[in-house]
């Protein structure tokens, strides 16, 4: 193969499911980039929504890595050739070799997978960031909306883990397991919020579904709780009386950028935290589908089109 050459995810919507496997050019990596072999990947309903719906021909897409330092940053940053790592880009980490800085790369403890550690950027730092928004977590009662998604997943895992009382909310009824075995101390089921009050008021909801329920959630805050909006899976339009949330004492509603969040703490530092609690066996990576990365069609239909996955889906190159 051309060594300019690298193979890569692209859209192409020529194709059945839009997305192909085509050679683009190797990365150009600047002194402090570190250059990484992929061995693992894992989908986000974000970038796979854009994919399948929006993306012009030609933008690649992909967020979650982990793999192999194949060249070191040239001015001495970061991890050295040969440490295993997990990072994340803000496009294009579907391929086999990335340029990426320091400050989006961690080095593996040993005993965590490629697998494992590809799930952890977007969908653990996700919770991780978020939930820390409002003061520590011990003894608090937590709500989790769309919590068989893998940010619901490992949600509820670092909320129990911090010592919170964690609620989740999932869809469907068959989805409850997950959500226990995750952590959860109630399920409430339902396409909208409503069953989740009856466990309230909240002083933290991690909100990723939009819509009627995040409208319906922000009234379920204790004083000075706050809801923290992370996704719109269901829809980005929401109608919210005001008026309960100004009555509600104190409330507030954060509107969550994990890009902004990286101004607090760096994607390195927290995804070495989320690695140290893998290897610790406090969190578990909820990996619903492994396959390689050549069934990337099919593994995004299922993802997005068919909401056929519970937590995440890991493709291996």
Not at 181 to 206: R, S
Not at 239 to 250: E, N, Q, S
């Amino acid at each position: 193969m051309d060594q300019n050459l690298i193979r890569a995810v692209v859209v192409d919507p020529a194709v059945e499911g839009r997305l192909a496997i085509k050679q683009v050019p190797a990365p150009v990596p600047t002194p402090a980039d570190a250059l990484v072999r992929v061995k693992a990947i894992s989908l986000n309903l974000g970038e796979t929504r854009n994919a399948l719906t929006e993306a012009p021909s030609g933008w690649r897409p992909g967020w979650d890595f982990a793999g192999v330092v194949e060249k070191a940053a040239a001015d001495g940053s970061g991890p050295k050739a040969g440490a295993r790592v997990v990072g994340m880009m803000f496009q294009g980490s579907w391929a086999e070799l990335l340029a990426v800085p320091e400050s989006f790369l961690a080095e593996l403890p040993e005993s965590v997978s490629f697998s494992q550690a590809a799930t952890l950027p977007v969908a653990g730092l996700t919770p991780l960031y978020g939930l820390e928004r409002n003061g520590p977590l011990r003894e608090r009662k937590v709500l989790i909306t769309g919590a068989s998604g893998g940010v619901g997943l490992f949600g509820c895992q670092i909320a129990r883990d911090a010592g919170a009382h964690v609620v989740a909310l999932v869809r469907r009824a068959e989805r409850e397991k997950h959500a226990r075995d995750a952590g959860a101390h109630e399920v409430a089921i339902g396409e909208d919020a409503t069953p989740a009050a009856q466990f309230g008021p909240y002083q933290i909801i991690l909100e990723s579904v939009g819509g009627t329920v995040v409208a319906q959630a922000l009234t379920m805050l204790a004083p000075d709780g706050m809801c923290v909006s992370v996704g719109v899976s269901a829809s980005p339009q929401s109608t919210v009386d005001v008026r309960a949330l100004m009555r509600g004492g104190g409330v507030s509603w954060y509107g969550f950028y994990l890009g902004y969040e990286f101004r607090r703490e760096s994607a390195s530092s927290g995804l070495r935290r989320l690695a140290t609690m893998v290897a610790e066996g406090r969190l578990k990576a909820p990996i619903d589908l492994e396959a390689s990365w050549e069934q990337i069609a099919q593994v995004a239909q299922k993802l997005y089109r068919d909401r056929g996955i519970v937590g995440k889906a890991v493709l291996t190159l």
